[in-house]
Structures are given as structure tokens and as C-alpha cells.
T-cell receptor, first 114, second 109 residues
Framework: DAMVIQNPRYQVTQFGKPVTLSCSQT?????MYWYQQKSSQAPKLLFH???????NEADTPDNFQSRRPNTSFCFLDIRSPGLGDAAMYLC?????????????FGPGTRLTVL | GQNIDQPTEMTATEGAIVQINCTYQ??????LFWYQQHAGEAPTFLSY??LDGLEEKGRFSSFLSRSKGYSYLLLKELQMKDSASYLC??????????WGAGTKLIIKP
């Protein structure tokens, strides 16, 4: 089945210790997104890639970086996690960015910062 | 600024009907999405409206009025498994999704 896969599902890190979250997709979609979602809040878009074109949201902290080495994979690097970065991180894909193209989400990675 | 408003929480009874409202103010409009999100899980797509009117899909229907900046999600014959958060999201003129905070729906037997 075509899908969006995220690893790990649960990640525990220490304050300031770098962490990398991964996302892969078998949908062959052009667009990949990284969202941060805190409890009872809307998903917050961090970045998106259209093919290899990287788009950073204006309010995404420099502490967050992303890589997309190929169509199938995308990584989220948190260079120095703080307590406020504890959240669910959602990866999503869509065929295009234009209207009507739904986003397909992976199961998410729940990050805990100790 | 851009804004999506929906109620924080609603309660309904199994077998009943519930309507979840969403109002929006965005820079441009390229469609409105409804997603379902169970606790601790990722959102899953429910519906997409870009033209005014009602879209029906089984027990779920979604309505849009662009002139009023308003949508609702209608859930019929509620089941316990429908207990979840329902997120309204609008695609703006830059094709970015603007998300609401979600409505937590609690179903009681």
C-alpha cells in the first residue's frame, strides 16, 4: 500500500542534544511537508519541499533544519532541542501544491525533551 | 491576519447528528478541507470543498459558503469511533493550508 512512513514513532532526547526525524513516502508525491503540532493546537507548518525547492516558513526557528536527499525521503533535524520543542512532528505529502490536492499524513513522531 | 475559527469542543449522543462549524478569514481561497484526527494519531482527509454547496460522502457531509467565509461538517448516525478532533483547513492564495485548532467531538452512549 502506498503510504507515508515516519521513524521513530516516539523519540526521547535530552535538552540540547540534536535529534533527526525521518519521513519516507511511496506515493511518489512532489511535495513534502513538516508540521509541528502541540496538544489541542493546529498543525504548524515548518517547511515544505516542492521537488527539491525548499520553502522555509518565516517564523520557523533556525534550530530546525530539513533535508530532502531524494523524492522519497525527507529529514527534520532539530539542532538543539528545548523543552518547548516537545510536540508531535507530522510529515505529509501531496501530489502538487495547487487546490484540491489533499495532504497525506504519516503517523507522526512524538518528541519528548527531558 | 489569517484566521480559522471552530468550536473547541462539542458533545453528542451515539446515533444522533452533529454539525461542526468553521469560519475563516484568509488571503485568498483555493478550497477548504476537513480532516479527522484521533488522539495521538495523524490527521486523515475527510472532504474538500471549493464551490458553494453541500458535498455528501456517506455519513459525512461538508458545506461551503464562500461569500460568508463559512463551512460546516455534518456527521450523521454518530458512532463511538467518531470521537476525534475535526480540523478545518483553508488553502490560501499561496496554496498554503491555514489550519484551525480543531474541534474535539465527544460521543456519549
Amino acid at each position: 500500500d502506498a503510504m507515508v512512513i515516519q521513524n521513530p514513532r516516539y523519540q526521547v532526547t535530552q535538552f540540547g542534544k540534536p535529534v533527526t526525524l525521518s519521513c519516507s513516502q511511496t506515493l511518489n508525491h512532489n511535495v513534502m511537508y513538516w508540521y509541528q503540532q502541540k496538544s489541542s493546537q493546529a498543525p504548524k507548518l515548518l517547511f515544505h519541499y516542492y521537488d527539491k525547492d525548499f520553502n522555509n516558513e518565516a517564523d520557523t526557528p533556525d534550530n530546525f533544519q530539513s533535508r530532502r536527499p531524494n523524492t522519497s525521503f525527507c529529514f527534520l533535524d532539530i539542532r538543539s532541542p528545548g523543552l518547548g520543542d516537545a510536540a508531535m512532528y507530522l510529515c505529509a505529502t501531496s501530489a502538487r501544491t495547487s487546490g484540491g490536492n489533499e495532504q497525506f499524513f504519516g503517523p507522526g513522531t512524538r518528541l519528548t525533551v527531558l | 491576519g489569517q484566521n480559522i475559527d471552530q468550536p473547541t469542543e462539542m458533545t453528542a449522543t451515539e446515533g444522533a447528528i452533529v454539525q461542526i462549524n468553521c469560519t475563516y478569514q484568509t488571503s485568498g481561497f483555493n478550497g477548504l478541507f476537513w480532516y479527522q484526527q484521533h488522539a495521538g494519531e495523524a490527521p486523515t482527509f475527510l472532504s474538500y470543498n471549493v464551490l458553494d454547496g453541500l458535498e455528501e460522502k456517506g455519513r459525512f457531509s461538508s458545506f461551503l459558503s464562500r461569500s460568508k467565509g463559512y463551512s460546516y461538517l455534518l456527521l450523521k448516525e454518530l458512532q463511538m469511533k467518531d470521537s476525534a478532533s475535526y480540523l478545518c483547513a483553508v488553502m490560501d492564495s499561496n496554496y498554503q493550508l491555514i489550519w484551525g485548532a480543531g474541534t474535539k467531538l465527544i460521543i456519549k452512549p
